[in-house]
């Protein structure tokens, strides 16, 4: 169904890519891994020890 402005279709000309990986190949699939853990874990992490920091300072610098 062509859904043009005036009745005119647009043609749009496309090449099948074919992607394909290797099974050896999972260095990227392992970084991806840690990374997605570390955007998970770290923030509350980092959240606990800088709340701690401030309560145990008391207020002095």
Do not use: H, M, Q, Y
């Not at 496309?14 to 394909?20: L, R, T, Y």
């Not at 260095?27 to 401030?54: C, D, F, I, N, Q």
């Amino acid at each position: 169904v062509a859904r043009g402005r005036g009745g005119a279709a647009t043609e749009v000309a496309a090449n099948v890519v074919e992607v394909s990986g290797k099974p050896e190949d999972w260095t990227l699939s392992t970084l991806t891994a840690v990374e997605l853990l570390a955007v998970v874990l770290v923030p509350p992490l980092l959240g606990r020890r800088l709340l701690r920091r401030r309560n145990g300072s008391d207020g002095t610098s």
